[in-house]
């Protein structure tokens, strides 16, 4: 718990200096942020090591299928309102990077933490969190992923009997039954724009109703809790009913809707709405997302869409037509190497923006483009692809590796 500065062991105190020191060796040989490496080799030495360096902490978790590392950092601007705060601000969202991140703050009162969703039961044993922000599931990664229900079967035998505060989308049937096993749950209607992957209900089996915004199964009467807090428009709703205005740096709607749950995980800690809103304020890019980049003479919006839903919600926050818009897709080992999910995505909303393909899968890109009915371009770069587009600033969509090749090649 916070508070009880309890001292690292002569073990531990090793395994943290081992693994600064792989960190710095895999930085200095030019390999990323050495984050990774660096938690496997202190892991190695004290596989104990994460409960250690958490025991000082008050910890949030946070996992989801979409807008995990952006909600971290949100909520981890909201808490430094109340003392230090620790984070893996870079997305290294597994028990090593994790580890890596933790070991880095040794004076921090809050420890905020993003959490691969397959890891998450397995990191709130050993960190004791004090929150769980739990924000919506949805097909991603299909060659390795569990299927969603399974996953969210999983995190509800993970935390039952869990003492941490879940904060939770009541607005994701998935969600609700992974969350309906804890005894203290903070719903927040937080909406759901993509549907596709909770039609059947995650109890019985039987087909969820959805009249408006609610939901609920008329075969075993489970159904949307009342949430306490929820996103209005551009206020967030506190449970008392007053509204506080949601200013960001960040576009869309998904990010008010992390916004939201991030003022309910901050009002835990008894930071107020209003201090926890205008704190995220200083939030403008979260790991190069929505970065705004010169590159030949043109400018670039740079954002990330790793999944179907994902892909849906970016499509809201672009420029309208006749803005140009690159798509890069891979399928590299941390993309997922099926493609299939590509027809999941309706990319007829992009009718009317002239349309560039790039990335490894971009012939994959092509046919799917091809079957919607839409007019683009396949090149063999980005430089090819700026040169071709019309003026105006570009939007340029990718999923994870080809965003990072997109930013490597654009000097982001």
């Known amino acids: ?91 290294a969202n597994m028990p090593a990077g994790i580890t890596s991140a933790l070991a880095g703050g040794t004076d921090a009162k809050y420890g905020v933490i993003e959490v691969d969703e397959k890891y998450l039961a397995m990191v709130a044993r050993d960190t004791t969190p004090k929150v769980i922000a739990l924000l919506n599931l949805s097909r991603d990664q299909l060659d390795r992923a569990a299927e969603t229900r399974m996953l969210a079967e999983r995190w509800r035998e993970g935390l039952a009997g869990s003492k941490a505060v879940i904060v939770a989308n009541a607005d994701d049937p998935l ?35 959805r009249p408006g915004d609610d939901w609920g199964c008329g075969e075993c009467g489970f159904r949307r809790p009342s949430p306490s807090w929820a996103l209005s428009g551009d206020h967030v709703i506190d449970p008392h009913g007053s509204a506080w205005p949601i200013r960001l740096q960040l576009p869309g709607r998904a990010n008010k809707a992390n916004a939201t749950s991030s003022a309910a995980v901050a009002a835990v800690f008894g930071v ?6 205008e704190r995220m304020y200083q939030v403008q890019a979260v790991a190069g997302r929505y970065d705004v980049v010169h590159f030949q003479n043109r400018e670039l919006r740079l954002l990330l869409a790793k999944n179907p839903a994902g892909w849906l919600e970016t499509f809201s926050l672009i420029d309208p037509p006749p803005t140009p818009v690159i798509l890069s897709v891979n399928a ?81």
């Not at 927040?188 to 039609?199: F, I, L, P, S």
């Not at 683009?376 to 340029?396: H, N, T, Y």
């Open 272 to 277: 107020p709405p209003q201090v926890a809103l």
């Open 175 to 209: 969600i609700v039954w992974a969350a309906s096993s804890s005894a203290n749950v903070v719903w927040v209607a937080a909406g759901q724009e993509w549907k596709d992957d909770a039609w059947s209900c995650p109890s019985c089996g039987g087909v969820l109703q």
């Open 332 to 412: 590299r080992g941390a993309d997922g190497t099926d493609t299939s999910w590509l027809w999941d995505v309706d990319y007829t909303r992009l009718s009317g923006h002239p349309i560039f393909v790039i990335g490894d899968r971009k012939l994959d890109l092509a046919v799917r483009l091809e079957v919607a009915g839409l007019g683009f371009r396949v090149c063999e770069s980005v430089d090819e692809a700026v040169q071709l587009a019309p003026p105006g600033r570009i939007e340029a969509i990718a999923n994870y590796t080809a965003f990072q090749d997109l930013r490597r090649r654009v000097g982001n």
């Open 1 to 91: 718990m916070a508070g009880n500065t309890e001292p690292l062991s002569p073990r531990a105190k090793l395994a943290v200096t081992a693994g600064k020191a792989a960190a710095a060796v895999s930085r200095a040989a030019g390999r990323g942020s050495g984050s990774v490496i660096g938690g496997k080799v202190a892991l190695k030495l004290d596989p104990d090591l994460l409960g250690r360096l958490a025991q000082n902490l008050d910890v949030v978790l946070v996992s989801a299928t979409n807008g995990k590392t952006t909600t971290t950092r949100l909520i981890a601007e909201a808490l430094r309102a109340s003392g230090p705060v620790v984070s893996n601000a870079l997305g």
